[in-house]
């Protein structure tokens, strides 16, 4: 992921949670790129959690900009909330609200 990438989630991150670290968020980051899925090629999939994290919102948010179509959602199972975000989805929410 790119550095300005992840100094704006940071800085996004800092202003719900001003406790946030560097190392905590970073921590974040290793969750969501899954070197197993780099490897294979595909796009990695975030959990509503992991997404949560990267963004420094609730993951009730998460399930609100995914049901609008601001987050790109894949459903992985029959339940209409069991379902992963993907991380191109994280990187374009970004730039779209960093006006990037």
Do not use: W
């Not at 992921?1 to 670290?21: G, R, S, V």
């Not at 993951?59 to 339940?79: D, F, P, S």
Request: charged content about 25%; glycine content about 4%.
């Amino acid at each position: 992921m790119d550095t300005n990438i992840k100094n704006a989630i940071y800085a996004m991150a800092q202003l719900h949670y001003p406790n946030l670290t560097l190392d905590s968020m970073l921590k974040a980051f290793a969750m969501a790129n899954n070197s197993e899925e780099q490897e294979s090629g595909r796009q990695p999939l975030l959990k509503v959690k992991e997404a949560a994290i990267l963004l420094g919102i609730s993951r009730q948010h998460i399930y609100k900009l995914a049901e609008c179509g601001e987050l790109q959602r894949i459903n992985v199972g029959i339940e209409k909330n069991l379902f992963r975000i993907t991380a191109e989805s994280i990187d374009a929410f970004i730039l779209r609200r960093a006006g990037i």
